[in-house]
C-alpha cells in the first residue's frame, strides 16, 4: 500500500483520531487552546447578540 492508498483509505475522523494520538504533544496543546479560546469567544459574542448555543446548532442543522 503506498501513501496515497493509506491517505485515501481513512475517513477525515480516523485520520483526525491518529493525529491527535501520534503528534507533537506542545503543537496540540497549543492548537487546542487556541482552538477553544477562539470557540469561548465567539459563544460570548454571540450571546451579547442575543443568541444562544442552541440557536446555532439549530442553525447549523
Known amino acids: ?4 492508498d493509506e491517505m485515501f483509505n481513512k475517513t477525515p475522523k480516523e485520520k483526525f483520531i491518529e493525529i491527535i494520538q501520534n503528534g507533537n504533544l506542545g503543537a496540540l496543546e497549543k492548537v487546542f487552546e487556541e482552538f477553544f479560546a ?3 469567544a ?3 459574542l454571540l450571546e ?3 443568541l ?8 447549523i442543522l
Open 1 to 4: 500500500m503506498d501513501f496515497f
Open 38 to 40: 477562539d470557540h469561548i
Open 42 to 44: 465567539m459563544v460570548e
Open 48 to 50: 451579547k447578540q442575543g
Open 52 to 59: 444562544t448555543e442552541m440557536d446555532v446548532k439549530n442553525f
